[in-house]
């Protein structure tokens, strides 16, 4: 046969990710959106924003900041987060060596691991984890080596987390407040966690994205606000999550100077900077202190109602004391695996649900589902309306 008329073949490879497909958030969405059900599975708001926010991006717009900003970050945001970390936490980074706006939390998290995993190291995870952490520490060449929080009490097993750190070990992720379970290290966690890297070159990576969640009067426990601890470790935290912009996907990473160093020769050549009217937005709306010192009301109404419907249902409330997560325990209902269980919630009651078995990278059944009360009052009383019926 003539090659000119041969049925072109594309190209193959070997996968980076080979056992990664299609995310729970994206498959539990579509369902609800393909059975019209209420969506509390992924976590993102459906209230709009201060419109003063806004207001103040469309002005940056408006005066001509439309253009490459400095690829660490427009100076006066990150003036601003010095400023808000040394108030909040007592700790002032250097605007200009030790603080990096990025992408949203997902890419600081991931720049993070790549500028310091190398092949073969190990990485110590917590799980449940957020989904994105193996991914990355798989395309760094990592090792996960893993420390499992078990239900109802998610309580972190020092014993096992002091264990596994080895020779090998270079880097400990930590996320607190903590998704999917809504639990907070408190200050004898930090202490315990002092004590356990002190004399190792462990780093830390520090997941801070819910740090204005923190409920009932508690402060948030930054690693920053330990200095044996923010000597080692990049601080994540979100500007989606604090302000309801969740697409805006704009975060920040604050390091001591040797680490940012490294983190911004990976940052530079993965996105280089971050969209400049929302930093110098973000800059000016920052002058107020009230839109995250407020939050932790402002969610903690929002989940005292939501935990107040579901006690008249026959789930089991797990503790919530931060994020905008609600687990509960559905054994009273149900004796399905989790994800068939929030398959046939979302189809059958209308109501979506992630399953925290979703977190783990092993199969780790314990009945529990996970909601998102980050949502209108009337968006959860509907929902609320649906799970009474069970």
Same mark, same amino acid.
């Given at each position: ?22 995310? =729970?958030?994206? %498959? ?28 103040? %991006?469309? #002005? ?42 990025? *992408? ?6 991931? #720049? ?10 190990? &990485? ?22 893993? &420390? ?32 999917? !379970?809504?639990? %907070? ?23 801070? &994205? ?13 690693? *920053? ?27 920040? &990473? ?21 969209? #400049? ?9 920052? $002058? ?24 008249? !249902? ?8 931060? #994020? ?26 209308? %109501?979506?649900? =992630? ?33 009474? $019926?069970?």
């Amino acid at each position: 046969m003539n090659a000119l008329h041969d049925t072109p073949t594309a190209p193959t490879f070997p996968s980076r990710l080979p056992t990664v497909g299609t995310t =729970i958030f994206s %498959v539990m969405s579509a369902l609800a959106a393909e059975k019209g059900a209420v969506n509390l599975g992924q976590g993102f708001p459906d209230f709009e924003c201060d419109p003063r926010i806004v207001d103040a %991006v469309s #002005t940056a717009m408006r005066d001509g900041h439309n253009q490459y900003p400095p690829m660490p970050g427009v100076p006066a945001l990150r003036e601003a987060i010095s400023d808000k970390i040394a108030n909040l936490y007592g700790r002032r980074y250097d605007a200009a060596s030790e603080i990096t706006v990025t *992408a949203g939390a997902t890419q600081a998290l991931l #720049t993070a691991i790549l500028c310091s995993v190398h092949p073969g190291d190990e &990485v110590i995870v917590v799980e449940p984890t957020y989904d994105s952490y193996l991914p990355s520490i798989e395309l760094a060449g990592g090792t996960p080596v893993f &420390v499992t929080l078990d239900a109802p009490d998610y309580a972190i097993p020092f014993d096992k987390l002091a264990a596994a750190i080895t020779p090998k070990t270079r880097l400990l992720l930590i996320n607190t407040p903590h998704n999917p !379970t809504g639990t %907070v290290w408190r200050t004898e966690d930090m202490r315990k966690l002092e004590d356990i890297v002190r004399g190792t070159n462990v780093l830390i990576l520090s997941d801070e &994205v819910y740090e204005h969640m923190v409920y009932d009067g508690a402060p948030h426990e930054s690693v *920053a606000r330990y200095p044996d601890l923010a000597q080692r470790s990049f601080v994540v935290s979100s500007f989606g999550k604090t302000y309801h912009v969740t697409g805006w996907k704009v975060g920040y &990473v604050a390091a001591p100077a040797a680490l940012t160093a490294e983190f911004r020769k990976v940052h530079q050549f993965n996105v280089f900077t971050v969209n #400049t009217p929302m930093q110098v937005g973000l800059a000016d709306y920052m $002058r107020d202190p009230a839109p995250y010192l407020e939050l932790p009301a402002f969610y903690q109404k929002k989940r005292d109602f939501f935990r107040a419907g579901l006690a008249d !249902t026959r789930f089991k409330l797990l503790p919530c004391t931060g #994020t905008y997560f609600q687990c509960v325990d559905y054994s009273a209902i149900s004796d399905l695996p989790e994800a068939e269980f929030a398959q046939w919630l979302t189809s059958e009651i209308g %109501v979506a649900a =992630i399953p925290v078995s979703a977190f783990y990278h092993l199969p780790h059944e314990s009945g529990v589902v996970r909601f998102c009360f980050a949502k209108r009052e009337a968006t959860l009383a509907s929902a609320l309306e649906r799970l009474a $019926r069970l």
